[in-house]
């Protein structure tokens, strides 16, 4: 009874938890512009389908890909067994769904033990990856502090958790063997585990009985905290994208890569200089911003797309620019974005629901003029995201910001706005003289 009224207190409290911060963070995403995103439904759910869920733009790197399958099958199946894990806390039996089951339960927590060997190769190998090897895109400077050590963290917390659930399973082997297990109905008396029915006898085989309940208690209860507990750190950690990659590959922008989208606040005021028929939607006395200047100015898919950034670097290591050195990174992009989100909301959070002004905005104090003026518009970040983020369209409307906001463009454009404006055309020649090349020998 004592058991179940902590396993109770601890999943109401940490769901609870956990669905305060998810408020949040709806919350901070809903702060940018409202934007509908209802057209091609069978084609989003298609690419939501293949893409988040179907890893299908990981592929184009094999080998990493292959060791997130890995962690990432584990991850959705073994939530399989925390059904009766959850139902096991609250009413205190011990493997109750194994008599109904039969057959079918040892093939499943069989299967989920092999999703968990391999998870524990994958865990290991990223580990290498990022602290050993040091793949370039890992170590880039935009990880320092943080989020390096957020990565780790979740690494190690996928260490931890398999290595209780083998407790668990290995010791529970072995009482099932000895007619000790505390689960009823023990049956043959035997699990019959693919991995723990090798590893637990080999293991905890010599080990005297009430030392085999402690050890698979500890695992039995270390699994379940480090579940909880991982709920509740997703909201702080960039693997929120286990959750938010499937709304945002929904939401996608399906138009060709490329197209840009006029600013409608530019456009409705010029549209009726070539059609008199149109109606002008704007009040023209109302003060209008152009561009992004800060997060507000940004749409609410730009703000989901920064939280669903898993800051693989896999944009960046594709960005020419950044590859050549100049400033740019889309990954910090994405990074900076969200980081601008979160102290915008931690400053609602201190003032009642309402920002106060702190003095920063996402231009300037968060992203420097030299990174979005460093970009080249080639749209291979957008290419690269496995989850289909657009860091350009961030930073086409950062740009927008700085040329009609602030006319702060580089002289090289500033030349070629003053040649649009007086010749029609990017080039410093009148309009009159574009055809004098015909009469050239």
């Not at 940018?32 to 988040?52: C, P, Q």
């Not at 008199?276 to 006395?285: F, G, T």
């Not at 086409?396 to 010749?423: I, T």
Request: aromatic share 10%.
């Amino acid at each position: 009874m004592i058991s179940s009224i902590i396993f109770v207190v601890l999943l109401i409290g940490s769901s609870v938890f956990f669905y305060i911060n998810a408020k949040k963070i709806r919350r901070n995403i809903l702060l940018g512009k409202d934007i509908s995103i209802t057209d091609n439904k069978a084609e989003r759910l298609k690419t939501m389908v293949l893409v988040a869920l179907g890893q299908k733009k990981m592929f184009t790197r094999p080998v990493p890909a292959i060791l997130h399958l890995f962690l990432y099958a584990a991850f959705v199946i073994t939530q399989i067994e925390l059904i009766e894990i959850i139902y096991d806390g609250i009413t205190g039996h011990h493997r109750a769904f194994r008599p109904a089951l039969g057959g079918f339960y040892t093939f499943m927590v069989s299967f989920i033990e092999i999703l968990s060997v391999l998870a524990f190769i994958g865990t290991i190998a990223f580990l290498y990856r990022r602290n050993l090897l040091k793949v370039p895109r890992l170590v880039k400077s935009e990880l320092n502090g943080w989020p390096k050590l957020d990565a780790n963290i979740i690494l190690i917390m996928e260490f931890v958790l398999i290595c209780f659930i083998f407790m668990m399973n290995g010791a529970d082997e072995v009482l099932y063997s000895r007619g000790q297990s505390h689960a009823e109905n023990l049956g043959d008396r035997t699990l019959g585990l693919a991995i723990s029915s090798h590893i637990g006898p080999l293991i905890y085989g010599g080990m005297p009985d009430a030392g085999l309940h402690v050890i698979e208690r500890i695992g039995w209860w270390g699994h379940i905290i480090m579940v909880f507990s991982f709920l509740n750190y997703l909201p702080f950690s960039k693997h929120l994208h286990i959750l938010l990659a499937f709304p945002n590959t929904y939401f996608s922008n399906l138009k060709p890569k490329g197209q840009f989208n006029n600013l409608f606040e530019v456009t409705d005021v010029v549209k009726p200089n070539f059609d008199p028929s149109y109606q002008p939607v704007l009040d023209p006395n109302a003060v209008i911003g152009f561009g992004v200047k800060d997060v507000k100015d940004l749409t609410w898919k730009n703000l989901l797309d920064a939280y669903s950034c898993t800051e693989c670097g896999r944009c960046t290591a594709a960005c020419p620019q950044n590859i050549t050195g100049k400033a740019l990174s889309p990954r910090k992009i994405m990074m900076d974005t969200r980081d601008r989100m979160e102290d915008v909301g931690k400053n609602m959070d201190k003032n009642g629901g309402t920002f106060v002004d702190d003095g920063k905005t996402l231009l300037g104090d968060y992203i420097k003029h030299e990174e979005i003026w460093a970009c080249n518009t080639c749209n291979a970040c957008v290419q690269e995201c496995p989850v289909n983020i657009d860091p350009l369209n961030i930073i086409m409307g950062l740009r927008q910001q700085l040329v009609l906001e602030q006319s702060s463009a580089p002289n090289e454009l500033n030349g070629m706005f003053s040649n649009l404006e007086n010749n029609g055309a990017p080039w410093q020649f009148s309009p009159a003289d574009r055809a004098n090349w015909i009469n050239e020998n």
